[in-house]
């Protein structure tokens, strides 16, 4: 299972050879929050706002020392002051792109396992805030990837998450659940091992575009779904148009990115 998550962003590829690979719970109990934190000494709740403008900035860089740093300080400004959950959110986002970018198969994995834990504490913190179930099941599909024992399990936490995630702020994360439901649709494997479905993919990712049109990813989704079903014209002039988006937002720190996996689809 692959994620690659970023600010705004998330692709999850599930592979069924993972998910038959047996069966062990995706959710466990997490750490304490002082633990996750490295044990470092507490910092105030008075310092939070500043802990969490430093993590942003140097997870802006999308440098992996940078982003370390930045995770790091999200942990602290989340185990500073556990009323607050944007130190919850910015953890696993940086430790779901640490996992996605490391070298080591040992490093991916400890990350993957961090973000989940990040996203299990922001959803006992908050079990109403939607971000929660977001990041949630980005997690659980990226420590399935590095752990195929859990993707079994996974499944329908994933798709749960998702679910929920989009009927309360479809608009999340740039139309985040209904790109990563079209995703999760389109690549995991059909009925009767899972729930895979490309027309339901088609439909969420039609659904990310209309929240979202000129969303790079958005797009790049859409072009894979209808692909998925067939529709290769239409799929290539999507994609066409997802790279042209992402070419005009060079300033963003993910754009080099979007741009290498679309052209990676078009036709050679």
Not at 57 to 71: G, I, M, T, Y
Request: with cysteine.
């Amino acid at each position: 299972m692959k994620v690659a998550a970023t600010a705004g962003r998330i692709v999850l590829i599930l592979l069924p050879a993972a998910l038959l690979a047996g069966c062990v719970q995706a959710l466990k109990e997490p750490p304490p929050l002082f633990e996750l934190a490295g044990g470092a000494p507490a910092a105030t709740p008075e310092a939070v706002d500043d802990l969490l403008a430093e993590a942003e900035k140097l997870f802006f860089s999308r440098n992996p020392e940078a982003v370390a740093r930045a995770a790091h300080s999200f942990w602290r400004a989340a185990a500073a002051d556990p009323l607050r959950i944007e130190g919850l959110i910015g953890a696993a986002r940086a430790e779901l792109w640490i996992s996605q970018h490391a070298a080591g198969g040992e490093a991916r994995q400890s990350a993957a396992a961090t973000g989940v834990h990040a996203a299990q504490w922001c959803r006992r913190l908050a079990p109403a805030d939607p971000a929660c179930d977001y990041w949630l099941g980005a997690a659980l599909g990226l420590q399935a990837r590095e752990r195929a024992a859990t993707g079994l399990s996974a499944l329908p936490e994933i798709e749960a998450a998702f679910k929920k995630a989009a009927a309360a702020a479809p608009e999340l994360e740039e139309a985040g659940p209904d790109r990563a439901l079209a995703q999760f649709y389109l690549q995991a494997p059909g009925w009767p091992t899972g729930p895979g479905d490309p027309e339901l993919g088609l439909e969420h990712a039609r659904r990310a575009v209309a929240i979202r049109p000129d969303f790079p990813p958005n797009l790049s989704a859409l072009g894979d779904a209808l692909a998925a079903n067939g529709q290769q014209a239409e799929s290539e002039k999507t994609y066409r148009l997802a790279l042209d988006r992402a070419r005009t937002m060079s300033e963003h720190p993910d754009a080099a990115e979007w741009i290498e996996e679309i052209e990676a689809k078009l036709p050679r």
